[in-house]
């Protein structure tokens, strides 16, 4: 502790030569040096206040950091995307934009679908701002133009088209231009035979397109039943959290569904439910290991395996030799 007191000392002393330093074995309980000539009066200790202890900053401080939500440890935006944005510390899996997990799973990005469509606002909706003023923040916010982003690439020597939810952009709620481009993605696949994956993380519908997000539901079901027919893999990635209308069409309509630990996964919320049935529900009721203990989800998959075996279970179904599923 003495060390950590005396270093702001030592450099007050050597803005005056005349000064003498102080004795480098006194503790933090030694009286102030009152010695202060040359220094400034926000600097200048206080009689019988004791100084305040600085410490050298450490490199999570002066690099750019997250904190951890479960632990609340800093951990520094290098080493958390390095680690795949699960923490160093607790193991917790930290949000992921669209664009990176897409970019992540991916070997090869050979192009990107569905930038065309733009969202329409023909209910004009307003809550406490209008919709298009909504788009716009979230715009901002993200970089993106909506919720899903929809690429298509290599993953190892897999073809595959790929899309993914941003829980950022107005909570990844599914509108109509949503729907568009997974409808688009769902196309692709088709078109060129190849599996589709879709990691999603969504609150449902989007209010503001009214009738028009819920019809959603129905378009997405229709393409992957069209999938399911021409025998294309679909596989979703259940990701923190899926609800309400997007849980109720594509993101139960998988082939296999993954989910990654303790994700939160459900049509209504908790609270909701707890109003209707009157009865608590307790942990960890709606988290991933809940519902593959009940059969809704097939494996609950760490981050840092689920590209792996994502490739082992496409390679599989695709029939590719020599793979262990
Ligand atoms: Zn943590």
Avoid at 280 to 289: H, M
Wanted: glycine residues 6%; contains cysteine; negative net charge.
């Amino acid at each position: 502790m003495s060390q950590l007191v005396d270093k702001p000392l030592i450099m007050a002393n050597n803005m005056t030569d005349t000064i003498t330093k102080p004795d480098m074995t006194t503790s933090n309980n030694a009286e102030p040096n009152n010695n202060v000539a040359g220094q400034s009066w926000f600097n200048r200790p206080i009689p019988g206040v004791k100084q305040q202890l600085t410490a050298p900053l450490s490199a999570v401080e002066t690099e750019p950091s997250t904190k951890c939500s479960n632990c609340h440890s800093m951990i520094t935006n290098t080493s958390l995307i390095f680690n795949s944005y699960v923490c160093p510390h607790c193991d917790h899996h930290l949000p992921m934009s669209a664009r990176e997990r897409l970019n992540w799973l991916l070997d090869q990005v050979n192009g990107e679908l569905g930038q065309e469509f733009v969202a329409k606002d023909p209910l004009r909706f307003v809550d406490s701002k209008p919709y298009p003023a909504r788009m716009a923040e979230a715009q901002e916010k993200t970089g993106e133009s909506e919720a899903l982003i929809v690429l298509y690439g290599k993953l190892r020597n897999l073809d595959v088209v790929t899309c993914a939810f941003d829980f950022r952009f107005m909570g990844g709620s599914m509108g109509s231009v949503v729907g568009d481009r997974f409808v688009q993605a769902a196309e692709k696949a088709l078109e060129d035979k190849v599996p589709l994956v879709c990691f999603a993380a969504s609150g449902g519908a989007r209010m503001q397109e009214g009738l028009l997000s819920l019809m959603q539901m129905a378009r997405t079901a229709a393409a992957i039943e069209r999938l399911r027919i021409a025998g294309i893999p679909y596989i979703v990635v259940l990701t923190n959290p899926v609800y309400g209308g997007v849980t109720a069409s594509l993101a139960m309509l998988g082939d296999i569904h993954l989910a990654e630990p303790k994700a939160m996964i459900g049509f209504a919320g908790k609270r909701v439910i707890e109003q209707t049935v009157r009865e608590t529900l307790e942990e960890p009721f709606q988290r991933a290991e809940f519902l593959l203990e009940h059969g809704v989800v097939d494996e609950v998959v760490h981050r840092h395996q689920m590209i792996e075996t994502i490739y082992r279970l496409l390679a599989k179904l695709s029939r590719m030799p020599n793979v262990d599923a």
